[in-house]
């Protein structure tokens, strides 16, 4: 187990002009289970890539353990890694494959069959083990790779979208095994995926990244509830987050079709930003208007999708059109009007020119403000 500590990293491919990871600061907890998540080309597996030593840090320092690792080779950073394209030796069993590292290294023999022994156990693979890869399916191959991995007792794990073979049932049984070893292992690990929901079951913290840039380090639902921006906003959550562009007054933000209350929060942050301004409201916090409610979104419904537990509608209001997941099944018909609802305490604000949240302030503050102001 290690801290690792990555300060002001960056890398420039060659003489490509814009560097493939920039300005990249994180420290972990001993033992964390961080997750890099982000559109593809967003620099994940460079930063994987730089902590593994497989390319060199243009930028910035590396430091695990404590230790500066600038000038350690791959092989003596003391990290296993899983990488999408697994490669086991094919003509070796199961249980050489898995002892190879080991071997490598001249542990004794009974060391290495314990070992080995022990991660088949935790991976419920140990029938396998007399078998060649080419005996397995795609999920057991998997579980060989991550079973190679485990033996080494790394400090630290590095898995770059490990599961992206496999099946969706598989993928998620195969999610739910790696969380349950880190919890046994407690092995400081950085994962990769661009899958949205991995990220959020999986991580302690995640590293949402964009165009080489960290956008925001935060818990899962931190990043659920308190996006810092509009990438961020409509990249976290399934279906995405709405954006209105409306016009910010009175306490109230409108535009056609809509008109939204701003609770006390809101209302006190958003005070500087009056005129133009995004609303952000998420597809699960709408639901249908009853009677005469007092924030309104009037539209047409373009599209309905029956999912059985939920029933995800597409309604025009204006020029945008915006996605509602309302519960249970609904029967809605193409084409007829529809009015929505949403918590004013749901909403999120963004600046049209920087695309930063406008975040609500706590009631406390905000009335400690008033009382300053006042
Ligand atoms: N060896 C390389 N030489 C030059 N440019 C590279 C090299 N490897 C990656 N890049 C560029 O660096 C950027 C980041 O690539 P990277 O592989 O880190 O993305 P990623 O986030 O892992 O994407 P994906 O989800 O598709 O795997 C991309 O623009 C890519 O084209
Ligand atoms: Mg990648």
Redesign the pocket.
Known sequence: MAIVELKNVAKQ??S?NSN??DNFNLTTRDGEFVVLV??????????MRMIAGLERNTGGEILIGGEDVSQVPPKERDIAMVFQSYALYPHMTVAENMAFSLKLKKRPAEEIKAKVDEAAKTLGIEPLLARKPRELSGGQRQRVALGRAIVRSPQVFLM??PLSNLDAKLRVDMRAEIVKLHKRLKVTTFY?T?DQVEAMTMGERIVV?KD?EIQQIDTPINLYEHPANRFVAGFIGNPSMNFLRATHSDGAVSGEGFRLTLDAGLREASESHGGDIWVGVRPEHLSVAQGEAENRIDGRVEVVETLGAVTVVQVNVGDATLTAQLSGHRQIEIGEPLSLTCESDKLHLFDVETDQVIARRAAGEAAALADSHA
Do not use: I
């Not at 982000?38 to 930063?47: D, L, R």
């Open positions: 491919y060659g490509s493939a990871v982000g559109p593809s080309g967003c620099g994940k597996s460079t930063t770059d979208e990769v661009h990244m080489g």
